[in-house]
């Protein structure tokens, strides 16, 4: 069966640059929700969409924004970037009223 | 704000043995989802099981049980016939509604010895 797909798995970029992730949810899922993971952390929600509305917002700092595309898919924008956002993001998806969410394999982000 | 307490950083199991790990949250709300995630080494996060907070009767899944507590905010995995292949860090998690994000514990490292 198809999976939720994460693109790139692994990035690394020096502080101050400008990250892109991407995310490809399953096929028909509509909502779409970006974790942290933080190293010995536990995920943290950033942000939600649905049918290409922001639907919730977590800790996500203002140095990031997020949009989800006509065709479901989600970008995770990430500017001027810290050292202490180096982590692993998380992609998931469901279909609203579904209540599970089916994670991606993450993106490993190093900013040096 | 909702939270989830996981008391144990660490656990460790004899193979073929069984182990609980422990969770504990904290809601005011009376319709909501429960979850355990695993982690292993390769970071994917799997889920192992899930519980509706409205169904009385605990989740099982083949090795995988749950005791769900309502009125005590309990929501235990059982694990039994340990296998070496699920040695992982283990999240419970929470969900308020079906459209809402999780709310994640702080994780469970389980070992399992040979």
Redesign the interface.
């Known amino acids: 069966a198809a999976g939720v797909i994460q693109s790139p798995r692994h990035l690394i970029k020096e502080k101050r640059e400008t990250a892109t992730l991407k995310c490809y949810p399953i096929p028909r899922h509509d909502t779409v929700y970006w974790y942290q993971q933080g190293p010995g952390q536990d995920p943290q929600f950033l942000i939600s969409f649905y049918e290409k509305m922001q639907s919730d917002k977590g800790s996500i700092p203002d140095r990031f924004s997020a949009q989800q595309f006509s065709d479901y898919h989600s970008e995770l924008n990430m500017s001027s970037l810290e050292l202490g956002d180096s982590a692993l993001y998380f992609c998931a998806s469901s279909l609203d009223g579904d209540y599970e969410q089916y994670f991606g394999p993450g993106t490993r982000l190093t900013v040096t | 704000a909702q939270t989830v307490t996981q008391s144990q950083p660490e656990m460790s199991v004899q193979e073929a043995e069984t182990v609980t790990l422990s969770c504990t949250y904290d809601t005011s709300e009376s319709d909501y989802?429960l979850f355990w995630?695993k982690q292993p080494p390769?970071?994917?996060?799997?889920?192992v099981i899930?519980q509706?907070a409205y169904k009385q009767q605990n989740a099982t899944e083949n090795r995988f049980s749950v005791n769900f507590q309502k009125a005590a905010k309990s929501f235990s995995l059982k694990i039994s016939d340990s296998q070496l292949g699920d040695a992982a860090m283990y999240?419970c998690a929470y969900?308020r509604t079906?459209?809402?994000?999780?709310?994640?514990?702080?994780?469970t490292r389980l070992s399992v010895l040979p």
Not at chain 2, 42 to 47: A, F, G, K, P
Not at chain 2, 98 to 107: A, D, T, W, Y
């Open positions: 989802y995630y390769s970071r994917q996060m799997i889920l899930r509706e999240f969900r079906r459209s809402q994000n999780f709310v994640f514990g702080p994780g």
